[in-house]
């Protein structure tokens, strides 16, 4: 084991250790038209990414604000980190722009059952863990 591999399987025990959140992240699936209700519902997921521990934080404390239609949107961003060795689904599907985040347990309960959509990913040989840009919508 060389040096480098040593401080990254020592940064990614100390990177695991600070996800106490709970999370799902998945590739929604299409929506289901209801015919008892005449509504549109949502589908289950298309793909699931992730089940687990997660870290999730605010990345800036600054909200941006946009127009979607004639509704105002208030755009949150947050880093959602998952750990390192966790394997793409058995499709090979790498998450991408517009997949969910739901945050399922969080000591924090002001967390639990936010839903984050998914902005970017990254990847890294190097990285203690497995970072994921996401957003709040309201």
């Given at each position: 084991?060389?040096?480098?591999?040593?401080?990254?399987?020592?940064?990614?025990?100390?990177?695991?250790?600070?996800?106490?959140?709970?999370?799902?992240?998945?590739?929604?699936?299409?929506?289901?038209?209801?015919r008892d209700t005449g509504q549109t519902?949502?589908?289950?997921?298309?793909?699931?990414?992730?089940?687990?521990?997660?870290?999730?934080?605010?990345?800036?404390?600054?909200?941006?604000?946009?127009?979607?239609?004639?509704?105002?949107?208030?755009?949150?961003?947050?880093?959602?980190?998952?750990?390192?060795?966790?394997?793409?689904?058995?499709?090979?599907?790498?998450?991408?722009?517009?997949?969910?985040?739901?945050?399922?347990?969080?000591?924090?309960?002001?967390?639990?059952?936010?839903?984050?959509?998914?902005?970017?990913?990254?990847?890294?040989?190097?990285?203690?863990?497995?970072?994921?840009?996401?957003?709040?919508?309201?």
């Amino acid at each position: 084991m060389t040096a480098l591999d040593a401080a990254l399987s020592a940064g990614r025990r100390e990177a695991e250790a600070l996800m106490v959140d709970t999370i799902s992240m998945y590739r929604p699936g299409s929506d289901i038209f209801d015919r008892d209700t005449g509504q549109t519902v949502p589908g289950g997921p298309a793909v699931v990414f992730y089940e687990g521990t997660a870290r999730v934080k605010p990345a800036q404390l600054a909200v941006s604000q946009v127009q979607a239609g004639e509704e105002e949107l208030r755009l949150r961003q947050y880093r959602v980190t998952i750990p390192w060795s966790t394997a793409l689904p058995s499709t090979g599907e790498r998450p991408r722009a517009g997949d969910v985040v739901d945050v399922t347990a969080s000591p924090d309960v002001r967390l639990a059952g936010l839903r984050l959509w998914v902005q970017s990913v990254q990847y890294s040989a190097t990285a203690t863990a497995w970072r994921i840009i996401a957003e709040e919508r309201s």
